[in-house]
């Protein structure tokens, strides 16, 4: 698939601004602080419905206006489709060829985007947290159930710790409601962990010849962690029914839930050793590198159709030969939208078949004003 154009009013520095992209390579250049991440951004927010870099909706509103508004133009399988997207400072309005989208879940299945930037090395060198967000970001576009499961797993897992605060606060106790929340919460636990587990095994498939083509280097590998052993014979479901059952009296005296796939964790390992602890800053960044790439063939396999790769300033954080080792895995066909400082830093090849975006102050610079 790719992004036709877009179209962007209001929204962080742009009043408005139409931009139109080639299938292949586009390159969004100019100075620092001048609008070329928060083009980007508006891509994957139209894709995404959410922002990769902020979690507060406001702040993608212009200042001093009041509403935001994206249009692009995406090709799917040779299908041309609208997809629009209204930001206020209350609520967001999806469309989808003019059609209200109620479902975030079925609107961002719909645009598939690969993203790297350089604050994803925090995947690495951050908490679980990053790292489960990846995975249901990823997976929620992979697949519209996902977000589903998630969404109602995530409920129950509020209502079981709303159940637990119950013995902390001396207040009457259900008991009998307590085990049936349980049996829905292990029901959709399960859920999640066998998409997790089936999307962490197929990026195994394509990792570590990624990552040893980047690097040079052999046996990286990404372990899905859980609590739960994966050896044994017992079911995934009875597993956690019981450590549920063991951690109780700690969990009601704590009022949270303490085991479930909302406390998973991805390991990235390196001949076995962590690269959160023993990995240099360039093994690390690597490895975020070869996730990624990773990921293009998996939405492949999953889609039947290429995603969209957008490229925040990677470039000048690798030296030469990481930068043509990287390119070398992206497809002439895989739409690639990268942003850069710098053109010198880009091959020069690369340069002459790419499309070439110039942005001043939020605006479009024309080739025939330059
Ligand atoms: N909501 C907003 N309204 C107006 N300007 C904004 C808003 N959010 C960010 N900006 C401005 O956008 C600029 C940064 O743009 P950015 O795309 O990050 O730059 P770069 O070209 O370096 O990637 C800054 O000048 C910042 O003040
Ligand atoms: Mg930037």
New binding site residues.
Partial sequence: MYLKDIYVSHF??YDDVKVSFQPSMNIIY??????????L?AIYVLGMTKSHRSSIDN?????NESTAYIQGNVVVHENLDTLEMGISKTKKLLKINHNEVKKVSDYISHMNIIIFYPEDLDLIKGGPAFRRRFINIELSQLYATYLDVLNDYNKLLKMRNDYLKQYIKGEYIDESYGSILDQYFVTKAELIYQMRRKFVSKLNQYVSDIFYDISGLNGFVLNYHTNIDLESNISYKEQLLDKLKKHRDVERRLGVTLVGPHKDDLEFLLDGNSLKLYGSQGQQRMAVLALKLAEIHLFEDYKKDTPILLL??VFSELDFDKRNNLLKHIHQHTQTII?T?ELELLDSKLIENASLIH?QE?KLINKDEV
């Fill in positions: 962080r520095n100019g100075n620092n602080a001048q609008g070329k991440t928060n083009l951004e702040t993608l509103i212009q200042k925040d300033d942003t400082t942005i939020g």
